[in-house]
């Protein structure tokens, strides 16, 4: 299939193991983010957001972490399954309620059986 | 089902020639959105509607066009003076209130120059 990102950076884990995949976002006035996932030559697909109000969201399998002091987004898998191999990335929404959305370059996540 | 379609999958350019994507959707979302995916690089924002009949430029328009006729609907056409058009092409809506902001994607569209 098409690749998304030729030159990401990638992590690699074990089956099993939890993931964390890091995020820096560039307007410290950003008050909402969101993580997307997106297997090759696919749409990305919403995994999980989050306001700026909070420094901590749950999902299923997922969390997401937001350090505004450093302006850094995390998201955590757990017990990472070789379906959650995809690129990941973040996206900032610049400006509260208007169009504009930052999005990053992504990470690739492989998971290893 | 609800959700975004984009067709075709795949769409070959000859020189010279414009063409048209097409990206429907039944989400009843007013807001409508056209980005360009390349390798190594994010999304970045072709144009967009926040309603219809209305449309604005994102960060790069040129040698683009579009249409909202209908809320369901919102083609992207690519001029021949787009002169790099080899590209993923990624339709997106967002449910505008205060409900969510999220922008939810299509398949996607991969563009070929022959």
């Known amino acids: 299939g098409e690749s998304v990102g030729l030159h990401l950076p990638t992590l690699s884990v074990q089956e099993g193991d939890n993931s964390i995949i890091n995020c820096a976002y560039s307007?410290?006035?950003?008050?909402?983010f969101i993580w997307y996932k997106q297997e090759s030559g696919k749409g990305p697909q919403f995994i999980i957001d989050?306001?700026?109000?909070?420094d901590k969201r749950q999902g299923q399998r997922v969390t997401v972490l937001l350090n505004k002091t450093v302006k850094h987004l995390s998201l955590q898998i757990a017990a990472t399954q070789p379906g959650d191999s995809a690129v990941y990335f973040c996206?900032?929404?610049?400006?509260?309620?208007?169009?504009?959305?930052?999005f990053g370059t992504g990470t690739r996540l492989k998971v290893l059986a | 089902d609800g959700g975004i379609t984009q067709s075709p999958k795949y769409l070959f350019r000859k020189e010279g020639q414009n063409v048209t994507l097409s990206c429907e959707q039944n989400?009843?979302?007013?807001?409508m959105y056209w980005y360009r995916q390349d390798p190594g690089q994010g999304l970045r924002l072709i144009y967009y509607?926040?309603?219809?009949?209305?449309?604005q430029k994102g960060d790069i328009a040129e040698g683009y066009s579009v249409s909202r006729e209908k809320k369901e609907s919102f083609p992207l056409t690519v001029t021949s003076a787009q002169k790099n058009p080899t590209a993923f092409y990624l339709c997106?809506?967002?449910?505008?209130?205060?409900?969510?902001?999220?922008?939810?994607f299509g398949p996607g569209t991969r563009l070929l120059v022959l």
């Open positions: 996206a900032e929404n610049w400006v509260s309620g208007t169009y504009k959305y930052i």
């Open positions: 989050i306001r700026s109000n909070m």
């Open positions: 997106a809506s967002r449910k505008m209130g205060p409900d969510g902001e999220t922008q939810y």
């Open positions: 989400l009843n979302h007013d807001a």
């Open positions: 307007n410290s006035a950003s008050d909402y």
């Open positions: 509607s926040q309603i219809v009949n209305d449309f």
